[in-house]
């Protein structure tokens, strides 16, 4: 089992609706998780990060963590061809020794 | 600078050279991170600083790569005797503190490095 697992996608959704990206980690300790959205060509940059249950919203973003289940989502809402992107789930696990995990991104397609 | 700084953006040269790619991470940024990415690949991670020491160098490749920071501050990765299959983007990332440990990382725009 992967560490941080996404699904690859793409994903592809009508501009306007809901985008629903999710991510498992298997360290059941992990407390800091964070999801970053990364253009073709550029590197990742920071959208939201999220510590505790429950829902964080910023603008159309909303990250999601269940940490019973161990799972983190990012919803995006009326969804826009620029968000077009793969976003990147990232875990802080202290398992062991520190280290700060990446998943392998869904790539996100919103279709105008 | 604002932000983390790579040089050079890109680089092309021959297999067998030795490169040298630089970082220069946020201002008081105590732990700095190198990854890999090949082309329509995710991040492969390659080592990580905090301050000066490495704590976990357990993603370098192979002994043709080593990486360095002085202080709290520059980074220089290095790759001897380049192969074709060095060629990806090397991104840095730096992040405020390590035991602290809900602080995001940062990251510089890449190098691009081509092998010839």
């Known amino acids: 089992q992967k560490e941080v697992e996404q699904n690859s996608g793409p994903l592809s959704v009508p501009e306007g609706a809901i985008a629903s990206l999710n991510c498992t980690y298997s360290?059941?300790?992990?407390?800091?998780f964070f999801w970053y959205r990364q253009y073709s060509g550029k590197s990742p940059e920071l959208i939201m990060s999220?510590?505790?249950?429950g829902d964080k919203e910023d603008g159309r973003f909303t990250a999601q963590l269940n940490k019973a289940s161990q799972y983190v989502s990012l919803l995006i809402r009326d969804s826009q061809p620029s968000d077009s992107a793969t976003y990147l789930c990232a875990v802080i696990s202290t398992s062991g020794t520190y280290k700060y995990i990446f998943g392998t991104g869904t790539r996100l397609k919103v279709l105008a | 600078g604002a932000g983390v700084s790579q040089s050079p953006s890109n680089k092309v040269t021959e297999k067998g050279k030795d490169v040298e790619l630089r970082c220069d991470p946020i201002?008081?940024?105590?732990?700095l991170y190198w990854y890999r990415q090949r082309l329509g690949q995710g991040l492969e991670f390659l080592i990580y600083?905090?301050?000066?020491?490495?704590?976990?160098k357990s993603g370098l490749p192979s002994d043709r790569f080593s990486a360095e920071r002085t202080g709290e501050s520059v980074s220089t990765l290095t790759i001897q005797r380049t192969q074709q299959e060095d060629s990806a983007v090397y991104l840095c990332?730096?992040?405020?503190?390590?035991?602290?440990?809900?602080?995001?990382?940062?990251f510089g725009d890449g190098t691009r490095l081509s092998i010839l």
């Open positions: 990332a730096s992040s405020s503190a390590w035991f602290n440990s809900n602080q995001p990382q940062h």
């Open positions: 201002s008081g940024h105590t732990a």
């Open positions: 999220i510590y505790s249950n």
């Open positions: 360290d059941r300790g992990s407390q800091s």
């Open positions: 600083f905090q301050g000066n020491s490495a704590p976990d």
